[in-house]
């Protein structure tokens, strides 16, 4: 290809060209960022199974992985923080290293705890929780994902 000849091209059929292609590249990245945060390929993961059969029956069922565990802000922000968390689970799952029982770090805590309250403000407070820092997994861990079945929980296979 001449690439003197492309530049010589009519600039609206470039402007066009160049347009189609960024529309291309956002849908595409759109696409994979929603697909990304799918419960179904979080679940897909054989670390994930169980903790997504639990979740298919909890109370929170309605609500998609990336809902309580994306940090609820700019998209900036989620993205540079899914890629760091997917990365780590990417390696551990293809490593097969997970431990038997997935612990939360200090961010990802922090993060559900910040969404909990984002969502259950109205209710959090009308209690004495209301004002002070909490960590809701605390008192709550087992709401969504079930106790394990080595700590006395229920199959759900």
Known sequence: MNWKNLFNTDKRTLFGLGTLCGIIIVVVIASLYTASGSPYLCGSC?????????????????????????????LPEKLAYKSRAGSHDLINETMRIYPAAILFS????????????????????????????????????????????????????
């Open 46 to 74: 054989h670390s994930m199974g169980l903790v997504h059969k639990r979740w298919q029956v909890s109370p929170h069922k309605q609500f998609s992985c990336i809902d309580c565990h994306l940090p609820a802000t700019h």
């Open 106 to 157: 200090e961010e990802g805590r922090g993060i559900v705890n910040g969404n909990c309250v984002r969502c259950h403000f109205s209710t959090i407070e009308k209690t004495p929780m209301a004002g002070i820092t909490v960590d809701c997994t605390r008192c709550h861990r087992y709401l969504v994902h079930g106790r394990g079945l080595e700590k006395g929980g229920i199959s759900v296979e």
